[in-house]
């Protein structure tokens, strides 16, 4: 379906309803009501010039005052970001509760319990507007995103509905800042939101399912909480060391949680998965305590930018905290497949012993590979291992600088790890792991 857009009379650019002149308002904008040119007081009379004795000595010109810098289409957006962050829960809510009310077929898309799905799709929304005049990374985020809605049975048809919701939402919510101008500048927004993730869906259509399903072939319990799930796809699932995937288990339709690839592609085309439970987490309960051989769960497209880049002779610096070992093992198995010596370090944490259920793998794997050196690293580790967490073990090796780094774990580990290796002098764009948000929502 192609988006309507209409060029703004304020110069929003594509895709900006214009609100001026009686003109289309898009999809959502309703446009200014009651607009008027202004009104002039009293009457249209004569008005009788004053006396000489009561006129002036001398007139002066009055300064001309210099026009007021009007904002951009991105500062309106954020204006209204900023506005309704302290309520953001609110706002969410009355989102959906539009949404539901007014579309109530709609419902169906969404789990019964709507937890972390409830606010990934509002914040997602919001995160892409505010990337409105960065088109690459926008491109890059919405692509992603269309594709991966395909999971989820995301139509067309759907996406003015949530346009709709979205500008009701905001409007009532954010007085301050909404006008016109403002809502203008969120149509245009969406419009273009919407039309990339469309064109991305349709694009993907052509060449993938929206979700395969996949057979448990191997279920091995690690630790009385860590499983390695290994799974046989109903069909050719290509994907690339370092990435993760979307994960749904019978027993919980419609929600979705991501996990990584445990290896690199196998000549067999099976896919492994480390989950670990945690308290109150559906799908990662399911898979460790109640998956069994035979079960059948269903996988989404792969997604995720940290693989390797084999153009390159910089070495890898690994850091992986608890499962999220499971990429970085995926990692050093394509370097090997690769046949190119590269130097790989790795460092593998966990807060205590039990947590490094993987570390004679790794191990194994540093055996036979001379390039690559493990280790394993305990927050609170006794004399003679590594102590004090993944990031103050780093600063006691290296240098760095020639490295490139990937890193996966737990959201905080993540946080703290690339603010130590900035600190030690390894640029942003050579710092590779998972969205933080993504990684929420693999901890259920």
């Known amino acids: 379906m192609e988006a309507p857009t209409t060029p703004s009379a304020d110069g929003y650019g594509s895709g900006a309803a214009a609100t001026a002149g009686g003109q289309d308002g898009g999809w959502f904008a309703r446009g200014p009501k009651g607009a008027q040119g202004p009104r002039r007081s009293g009457h249209p009379e004569t008005v009788r ?128 800042t909404w006008g016109p101008r403002t809502e203008a500048a969120w149509v245009g927004a969406y419009t273009t939101i919407s039309q990339i993730m469309i064109d991305a869906a349709t694009e993907d259509e052509l060449r993938a399912p929206a979700w395969w399903q996949a057979e448990v072939v191997a279920h091995v319990m690690r630790t009385k909480d860590v499983a390695v799930v290994t799974v046989r796809p109903d069909g050719p699932y290509p994907f690339l060391a370092g990435q993760y995937t979307a994960l749904e288990t019978p027993w919980w339709p419609r929600i979705w949680r991501h996990y990584s690839f445990a290896s690199a592609p196998r000549s067999d085309g099976l896919l492994s998965f480390h989950v670990k439970a945690v308290p109150a987490g559906w799908v990662s309960n399911a898979l460790v305590h109640r998956a069994r051989t035979g079960d059948v769960i269903r996988l989404g497209p792969p997604a995720g930018s940290m693989t390797v880049d084999h153009t390159s002779d910089n070495g890898l610096l690994c850091l992986g905290g608890g499962t999220g070992i499971a990429p970085i093992k995926a990692l050093v198995e394509d370097v090997a497949q690769h046949g190119r010596r590269r130097s790989v370090d790795v460092f593998y944490g966990a807060r205590r012993n039990q947590g490094l259920y993987d570390i004679d793998t790794m191990l194994r794997l540093q055996q036979a590979h001379p390039w690559l050196s493990v280790r394993p690293v305990l927050d609170d580790g006794p004399v003679g291992l590594l102590s004090g967490g993944i990031p103050e073990a780093v600063r006691e090796f290296g240098p760095w600088h020639t490295h490139d780094a990937y890193l996966s774990g737990p959201p905080g580990m993540i946080r703290c790890s690339v603010d130590t290796l900035v600190g030690i002098g390894i640029p942003t764009h050579r710092i590779r792991h998972d969205s933080i948000e993504e990684l929420v929502g693999a901890t259920t």
Do not use: C, N
């Open 49 to 176: 010039a004053a006396p000489e004795s009561a006129r002036p000595a001398e007139r002066r010109p009055t300064p001309t005052p210099a026009p007021a810098a009007v904002p951009s289409a991105t500062e309106l957006l954020r204006r209204t970001m900023a506005e309704i962050e302290p309520i953001a829960d609110r706002v969410t809510s009355y989102f959906y509760a539009l949404l539901f009310l007014r579309h109530p077929g709609l419902r169906d898309l969404f789990p019964a319990a709507m937890d972390t799905q409830r606010d990934r799709l509002f914040k997602a929304l919001l995160t892409a507007a505010t990337h409105a005049d960065d088109p690459v990374t926008l491109t890059t985020y919405l692509t992603h995103l269309g594709r991966g809605h395909r999971k989820y049975g995301t139509l067309p048809e759907h996406y003015p509905a949530v346009g709709e919701a979205l500008i009701g939402a905001l409007a009532s919510h954010a007085p301050e």
